[in-house]
C-alpha cells in the first residue's frame, strides 16, 4: 500500500516501503481499537453490526459482545476495564473486570446525550469523551430526536460521575488526544475538516482551541480517529488515509493510503510499533518505525 510523502520527516516515522496486511473484513464499519499490553490482543467495534470484536495472535478475530449497543470508540482506564461509547443508547459504559456493564454517563442536565463517540482517560484518571450527533443518524447510529441543543466534549469523574461540559463550538467533535505532557487536547472535529488544541487550565478546564492543522487530500475521509505517538506525533483519520502530523507546527508529514475510509487506528504488540487500522469493512496492521503509548 502507497504512502505519500509531503515532508521528509515523514520517513522518520513510517517506513517508505510500508505494507498493510489484512487481519480481518466481511465487517459493517470497524472503528475503536485498543490493545491490550498484557493479555496481548486488540478489542474493536463494528457499529452497524451491534457487535465488539477480538483480534490476537493465536486466535484471529473473534466476538467480544453481541450486541453492543452499536459502540463506537474504546479505551482501558488506569484499572485495565474498558470504556466505550454507544451509539444506540447515548451512554459511555465501563466493562468490569467479571464482565458486567456499568453506565458511567447517559445524560447531562437531565437530557441525553446525543450519541457519545470517541473516549480518552488523562492521567489522573478522569475520562474525557467527544458528544456529536452522529449516532442519532441512519446507518451508525438509531434516528431519534436530539435532546440536548449542542454538541460537546465533556470531562467525568469516574468516582462522583459528575459530568463536566468543556467546550461546544464544534461542527461535530470527534477523536480526541491528550499532548504527551497532558496538559493540552486535541480534538477533530469532521465537518470542518480540521484539527484544535486546547490548553488545558489547572481546575480542568478549557482554553485556547485554536485550528492546529486543516485536513486536506483526495479520497475519501474526514478528520475522525485522533491519537499520538510516543513521539507526540498527531496521528487523525482523513481524506485517503491516515495522516500524520508534526506537534510542534502541525504540518502534515505524510498519509498512510488505505483502500477504503480508515476511521480509526491503535498501536500494538510488545514494542508497540504495530500499527492496526480499523478501515471500513477490514482490520489492517502494519509495522511503524516510532512506537504508540500504552492505555494503562
Known amino acids: ?128 469523551f467527544t458528544d456529536p450527533t452522529f449516532g442519532r443518524l441512519g446507518g451508525t447510529g438509531v434516528v431519534r430526536d436530539l435532546e440536548l441543543d449542542h454538541v460537546g466534549v465533556y470531562r467525568l469523574d469516574p468516582d462522583s460521575r459528575e459530568l463536566t461540559l468543556l467546550a461546544t463550538d464544534f461542527g461535530q467533535p470527534n477523536g480526541l488526544a491528550f499532548t504527551l505532557d497532558h496538559e493540552g487536547l486535541y480534538v477533530a472535529d469532521t465537518p470542518n475538516r480540521h484539527i484544535r488544541r486546547f490548553a488545558i487550565n489547572d481546575d480542568g478546564s478549557l482554553s485556547g482551541g485554536e485550528v492546529f492543522a486543516e485536513s486536506t487530500g483526495e479520497g475519501a475521509g474526514a478528520p475522525d480517529g485522533l491519537k499520538i505517538d510516543s513521539q507526540g506525533h498527531v496521528f487523525c483519520a482523513g481524506p485517503g488515509g491516515v495522516h500524520v502530523y508534526h506537534p510542534a507546527d502541525g504540518t502534515c508529514l505524510g498519509v498512510i493510503h488505505t483502500p477504503a475510509f480508515c476511521a480509526n487506528f491503535a498501536w500494538g504488540d510488545d514494542d508497540l510499533l504495530t500499527f492496526f487500522l480499523t478501515s471500513s469493512t477490514c482490520l489492517y496492521r502494519t509495522r511503524v518505525k516510532v512506537p504508540g503509548i500504552p492505555l494503562f
Open 1 to 128: 500500500m502507497s504512502i505519500e510523502v509531503r515532508d521528509p520527516r515523514f520517513l522518520d516515522v513510517i517506513p517508505e516501503d510500508l505494507a498493510l496486511e489484512t487481519l480481518g473484513e466481511g465487517f459493517a464499519f470497524t472503528e475503536g481499537p485498543i490493545w491490550h499490553p498484557t493479555e496481548r490482543h486488540l478489542t474493536f467495534s463494528d457499529i452497524p453490526n451491534s457487535r465488539m470484536h477480538r483480534w490476537s495472535a493465536e486466535g484471529g478475530v473473534t466476538v467480544f459482545r453481541d450486541p453492543s449497543n452499536m459502540t463506537n470508540g474504546n479505551t482501558y482506564d488506569h484499572s485495565g476495564r474498558i470504556l466505550s461509547c454507544e451509539h444506540a443508547t447515548s451512554r459511555v459504559t465501563r466493562t468490569e473486570a467479571d464482565g458486567s456493564v456499568t453506565v458511567m454517563a447517559s445524560h447531562y442536565d437531565g437530557k441525553e446525550l446525543n450519541s457519545p463517540n470517541d473516549i480518552v482517560v488523562r492521567r489522573d484518571g478522569s475520562i474525557w
